[in-house]
């Protein structure tokens, strides 16, 4: 697929215009290491003191702004940041490289201590690869047009009469008839099916994933927009996205209980305002 801004999205996601599993992936457990020290004098980095990050070549807006991940400007590269302040890093300890998507994933050695590319936790990979513990639960999004009925729309209040639909079998289209509030939803066999009504005003909107929702406002429907995103609600399935490790690496724990911690000060939904709701124009509907 033609990378364009925002376009990373469709790896991360798993895209290709079909729906995320109502299954939900597991977050990473910490390694058994958990006893390990997380002071930076004792983490053993690629490096001693710095620690090497990884994104992708290029990194795509709303994660990486402008490209250039040493800005701290995006979300993963401010997520990045705010994680090796955690452990002692300051912004001159920290080394930035670049990777495939693909070859992050594959089993081997590794030339960096992090990689932030939107990777889905899932069993699967963790095979081959760690996890830490999630840095960002995804969130359904509505995706629309300019002008239709409900490009406007600032609550949830004001969709539940909107024509939405979404794939079948998704967690999106368990989102969407909770949103309709018992008015049908139109149930389409994948996204591209979705796409289609949509862009010939069959409905107002598609509900998906907001890495999908970033995608297919940027590249497949014209004068595309993000109506808002929904909060996760309680218990729901949903994909989460961690800090990817070498396979056993010994700073898997640490990375997680850093992340664990800026999830409870709530520097990680801070952040996510910032970086994937007011700067990307993905609001959260109330």
Not at 116 to 131: H, N, P, W, Y
Not at 239 to 243: E, H, N, S, V
């Given at each position: 697929?033609?990378?364009?801004?925002?376009?990373?999205?469709?790896?991360?996601?798993?895209?290709?215009?079909?729906?995320?599993?109502?299954?939900?992936?597991?977050?990473?457990?910490?390694?058994?290491?958990?006893?390990v020290t997380c002071e930076k004098a004792t983490l053993a980095t690629q490096q001693p003191g710095t620690l090497v990050?990884?994104?992708?070549?290029?990194?795509?807006?709303?994660?990486?702004?402008?490209?250039?991940?040493?800005?701290?400007?995006?979300?993963e590269a401010a997520v990045a940041y705010a994680a090796a302040d955690q452990l002692g890093y300051s912004p001159e300890d920290v080394t930035w490289v670049r990777t495939t998507f693909d070859g992050a994933i594959a089993p081997g050695a590794?030339?960096?201590?992090?990689?932030?590319?939107?990777?889905?936790?899932?069993?699967?990979?963790?095979?081959?690869?760690?996890?830490?513990s999630s840095y960002y639960d995804v969130n359904q999004a509505i995706v629309s047009y300019a002008g239709s009925p409900i490009a406007k729309a600032t609550t949830q209040a004001e969709l539940e009469s909107a024509?939405?639909?979404?794939?079948?079998?998704?967690?999106?289209?368990?989102?969407a008839q909770q949103l309709a509030n018992g008015e049908d939803v139109s149930v389409f066999n994948d996204n591209a099916a979705a796409v289609s009504a949509l862009k010939n005003e069959q409905i107002d909107g598609i509900v998906v994933d907001l890495p999908t929702a970033f995608y297919l406002?940027?590249?497949?429907?014209d004068d595309g927009v993000i109506v808002g995103q929904l909060p996760a609600a309680e218990g729901a399935a949903t994909?989460?996205?961690?800090?990817l490790l070498t396979n056993n690496s010994a700073l898997t724990a640490c990375t997680s209980e850093a992340l664990d911690e800026l999830r409870a000060d709530g520097t990680l939904g801070a952040l996510q305002e910032t970086w994937l709701a007011s700067e990307a124009g993905a609001p959260t509907l109330q």
């Open positions: 697929m033609n990378r364009a801004p925002l376009l990373a999205t469709v790896a991360v996601a798993g895209l290709a215009l079909t729906a995320c599993s109502t299954t939900a992936d597991t977050a990473a457990e910490p390694s058994a290491s958990a006893a990050i990884a994104t992708g070549n290029p990194a795509y807006e709303p994660w990486v702004k402008d490209d250039d991940p040493e800005s701290g400007e995006g979300f590794k030339e960096f201590d992090w990689n932030l590319q939107q990777f889905s936790i899932t069993e699967d990979r963790e095979k081959a690869v760690d996890f830490s024509k939405l639909g979404a794939a079948v079998g998704s967690t999106s289209l368990d989102a406002a940027a590249a497949e429907i994909d989460q996205f961690g800090i």
